[in-house]
């Protein structure tokens, strides 16, 4: 009788104590115009590095977009320097949405207005390490493409080993 059970127990059992995506690293709050830096990541060859880009906006941003460009390094050797997609991609994680409201006051009285606040994790982008060794990891957030509102959009690196 307790053989029935014990396959579909230990097979929950290992599918939950896996996470499907990676080990977090690190993570990396953006500002516009400062470069943030991952250092000394320790990587074998082979090692993939998946960067997530973690997004907070506002229903009340117009679509507050980001440019985010990245290098990685190897002993003071640049190996990668591309750009991330932030937009929402095909892999989504951890998307949620809040209801959050503000007082706002004008010559016909005080009123609340309501927004929501939706906050997810994309998959921006894969990065392979080709020998072992140290790699820092820079990330610039050069510019954004529409100005943000009042609550302004926030963007966060978060890198994770696969």
Excluded at 46 to 55: A, E, F, M
Excluded at 61 to 80: H, P, R, T, W, Y
Aim: net charge negative.
């Amino acid at each position: 009788m307790y053989r029935n059970y014990l396959f579909p127990v230990l097979f929950i059992l290992g599918f939950s104590s896996c996470n499907p995506v990676g080990k977090e690293l690190t993570v990396l709050e953006l500002a516009t115009g400062e470069i943030v830096s991952a250092e000394n990541v320790s990587l074998k060859k082979g090692d993939v590095v998946t960067i997530w880009s973690k997004v907070s906006k506002s229903s009340e941003d117009e679509g507050a977009a980001f440019n985010v460009k990245f290098n990685v390094e190897n002993k003071g050797q640049s190996i990668l320097f591309d750009s991330l997609n932030v937009s929402a991609g095909d892999h989504i994680i951890n998307s949620k949405e809040t209801e959050e409201s503000y007082n706002q006051s004008n010559s016909a009285g005080d009123s609340t207005v309501y927004y929501t606040v939706h906050e997810y994790e994309t998959e921006s982008k894969k990065f392979t390490a080709p020998k072992d060794g140290e790699y820092s990891f820079d990330f610039k957030l050069s510019e954004r493409s529409s100005q943000g509102s009042i609550f302004g959009s926030k963007l966060s690196i978060i890198l994770r080993k696969s």
